[in-house]
T-cell receptor, first 115, second 113 residues
Framework: GENVEQHPSTLSVQEGDSAVIKCTYSDSASNYFPWYKQELGKRPQLIIDIRSNVGEKKDQRIAVTLNKTAKHFSLHITETQPEDSAVYFCAASPNYGGSQGNLIFGKGTKLSVKP | TAGITQAPTSQILAAGRSMTLRCTQDMRHNAMYWYRQDLGLGLRLIHYSNTAGTTGKGEVPDGYSVSRANTDDFPLTLASAVPSQTSVYFC????????????FGQGTRLTVV
């Protein structure tokens, strides 16, 4: 089955700097890669996702890149702000012959943005 | 719009007792999931349902059971709770299985003593 590794587990940056979180996946059949943000005491919420037919996707200060050959994808946050402080989860979902599998999550990255 | 709701919000349960965590969604989503969240381990899938009437095992199904009698409800039952089941439990739903946005409930914090 799919296995998702996420690094780093914790990340501290100064406000205004960029933050990068990296994930690798094991199953070459994976074709959907979402990122979720979880603020302290709250539920995870989708912030951006990418599908395997796209190499990069941007949404304002957030971007995700995907390298299918190397089986890794990354989240990039530019001009970080204190409200970006949260735990971020990557996930991957495989597709086997048209049958989509479940989302498998990485262990999360706790991002702290210092004012 | 309620979205997806869980009950109870928190619970302390004696080991050996049974309990059902409730989850209801009003988005008419086909797929529903139960995850547990433990510090340093991320979100691990317990059970899932592709559509009403069908269920499947996730990564950590032992000690848990689910049912999906209709589209809206997806209860999770612990038949005989053990301390290792102390965790935060999240129910989620999505239109399709695994390839569209998953919406999470607010979570249930369960402590087994």
């Amino acid at each position: 089955g799919e296995n998702v590794e996420q690094h780093p587990s914790t990340l501290s940056v100064q406000e205004g700097d960029s933050a990068v979180i990296k994930c690798t996946y094991s199953d070459s059949a994976s074709n959907y890669f979402p990122w979720y943000k979880q603020e302290l005491g709250k539920r995870p919420q989708l912030i951006i996702d990418i599908r395997s037919n796209v190499g990069e996707k941007k949404d304002q200060r957030i971007a995700v890149t995907l390298n299918k050959t190397a089986k890794h994808f990354s989240l990039h946050i530019t001009e970080t702000q204190p409200e970006d402080s949260a735990v971020y989860f990557c996930a991957a979902s495989p597709n086997y012959g048209g049958s989509q599998g479940n989302l498998i999550f990485g262990k999360g990255t706790k991002l702290s943005v210092k004012p | 719009t309620a979205g997806i709701t869980q009950a109870p919000t928190s619970q302390i349960l004696a080991a050996g007792r049974s309990m059902t965590l409730r989850c209801t969604q009003d988005m008419r989503h086909n797929a529903m999931y139960w995850y547990r969240q433990d510090l340093g381990l991320g979100l691990r899938l317990i059970h899932y349902s592709n559509t009403a009437g069908t269920t499947g095992k996730g990564e950590v199904p032992d000690g848990y059971s689910v049912s999906r009698a209709n589209t809206d409800d997806f209860p999770l039952t612990l038949a005989s709770a053990v301390p290792s089941q102390t965790s935060v439990y999240f129910c989620a739903s999505s239109q399709g299985l695994g390839n569209t946005e998953a919406f999470f409930g607010q979570g249930t914090r369960l402590t087994v003593v």
